[in-house]
């Protein structure tokens, strides 16, 4: 367009030799390169920002181990066989191995049975007939190079496809006062189906692995059994994360911590809550939306699961 009027590509060769080369001459080589270059570099940018941010400024303020900064060297995974990563761990309770089974089964918990041919065909019969069997085994899964050393569990009716269970490892460190630490899992199975890795039978998880973590806690402090209860950084906030199943789930990433009361404490005991710092307990408010948000709008894929 010249002077507010359209020209046509004809009209054009008819225009001053100088005008004529304005409007046929492409984009210097000079200029692209260099809007080329600047584009890299504010990419570049953008990238080693968000690396920055996401690997190092975030994770300062959700990592914390004010209240047992020794428990920071723990895992935060289980594994199943080889490296396949398995549940998250979530939960930490000290003292001793009387101590843990005796607050879990006070709580309402039942120990698990150990694997054998006998189980094993009380398992199938449960699963298949609904017959109860509240000691049912659960799956191996992994930490410090040896299978959970504890297992406890609480079903919800006389099927196995569901149930509340969680396992415990005991830690090669202990506290000040020589009593163990033990690591635990804890996850609600919420139906069972075939394993996408090997095809044998096996229960699915539910996602918010957080709910299970606060049970576990909640029922030994309602039974008396917990003298001081706390919070640390586990594996940190994620909305998407899976088992070594493929199992989805999510978790604001903290790691619930409760000191067993002593057995010969004699009476019901009131559970001290020494609480997070206050920045924390803000992120973990965010998150505790994210994740209601992600469970409404982004459910996991639909996967072939026998209920």
Do not use: C
């Not at 920002?49 to 303020?61: D, E, G, I, Q």
């Not at 080889?82 to 089964?105: C, W």
């Not at 191996?140 to 504890?150: A, E, I, V």
């Not at 079903?155 to 496809?161: E, F, K």
């Amino acid at each position: 367009m010249i002077g507010g009027r359209s020209v046509s590509y004809g009209e054009s060769s008819k225009l001053p030799e100088e005008m004529h080369h304005v409007i046929m001459s492409p984009i210097p080589q000079s200029g692209l390169r260099r809007w080329t270059r600047r584009g890299l570099w504010v990419a570049a940018a953008v990238a080693a920002l968000y690396l920055l941010t996401a690997y190092a400024v975030f994770p300062l303020f959700w990592r914390h181990f004010e209240h047992m900064p020794r428990l920071e060297a723990d895992p935060a995974k289980t594994f199943k066989s080889g490296k396949i990563a398995g549940d998250p761990v979530n939960l930490t309770l000290i003292g001793t191995r009387n101590e843990l089974e005796a607050s879990m089964t006070r709580a309402g918990w039942q120990p698990a049975d150990s694997k054998s041919l006998e189980t094993g065909l009380r398992t199938l019969e449960s699963e298949l007939l609904g017959r109860n069997y509240p000691n049912a085994p659960v799956s191996d899964l992994f930490l410090f190079g040896r299978r959970q050393d504890l297992a406890f569990e609480k079903v919800i009716s006389r099927s196995l496809r569901s149930r509340h269970h969680v396992r415990f490892w005991q830690s090669p460190r202990t506290e000040d006062d020589g009593r163990p630490i033990w690591l635990g899992a804890a996850t609600f199975d919420r139906s069972l189906g075939l394993s996408r890795r090997t095809g044998q039978m096996t229960h699915h998880i539910a996602p918010d692995v957080d709910a299970e973590r606060d049970r576990v806690i909640a029922d030994l402090e309602a039974a008396g059994r917990l003298a001081r209860v706390f919070q640390v950084s586990g594996i940190g906030p994620t909305l998407w994360d899976r088992t070594g199943e493929g199992d989805w789930y999510v978790s604001d990433g903290e790691k619930s911590v409760g000191i067993l009361a002593p057995l010969d404490a004699g009476v019901l005991v009131a559970a001290v809550h020494n609480p997070s710092p206050a920045h924390i307990r803000a992120t973990n408010g965010i998150w505790r939306g994210l994740k209601s948000i992600v469970r409404l709008f982004n459910r996991p894929p639909a996967r072939n699961e026998r209920e």
